[in-house]
Nanobody, 122 residues
Framework: QVQLGESGGGLVQAGGSLRLSCVVS????????MGWFRQAPGKEREFVAA????????DYLDSVKGRFTISRDNAKNTVYLQMNSLKPEDTAVYHC???????????????WGQGTQVTVSS
């Protein structure tokens, strides 16, 4: 089993920055790709960013390219999402997830965290 715990969310003004963290615990010996998804009220959960186990491959939602950066520190079992130039439309609950390989599909992920709220005011 793998447990995921997100932190770093909060309230920020448009144009501001936040860094989300996701700590992986449990079966950390397995090599998981990691992803970030978000869900706004009344909307489907959508893919935001993903990174392979070694960090060599990344993928992003088009609307966050150039603003968000996903990274990982496997020695700390932690994945990060640096979010810059935040917009009100980025407001959502952000979830991290673990998958056997990098994917942009929700169905590709086996484990999910509870999420952290990000609110961007205009």
């Amino acid at each position: 089993q793998v447990q995921l715990g997100e932190s770093g969310g909060g309230l920020v003004q448009a144009g501001g920055s936040l860094r989300l963290s996701c700590v992986v615990s449990g079966r950390t010996s397995s090599r998981y790709a990691m992803g970030w998804f978000r869900q706004a009220p009344g909307k489907e959960r959508e893919f935001v960013a993903a990174i392979s186990w070694a960090g060599r491959s990344t993928d992003y939602l088009d609307s966050v390219k150039g603003r968000f950066t996903i990274s990982r520190d496997n020695a700390k079992n932690t994945v990060y999402l640096q979010m810059n130039s935040l917009k009100p439309e980025d407001t959502a609950v952000y979830h991290c997830a673990a998958a056997p390989r990098i994917s942009t599909w929700r169905s590709g992920y086996d484990y999910w965290g509870q999420g952290t709220q990000v609110t961007v005011s205009s």
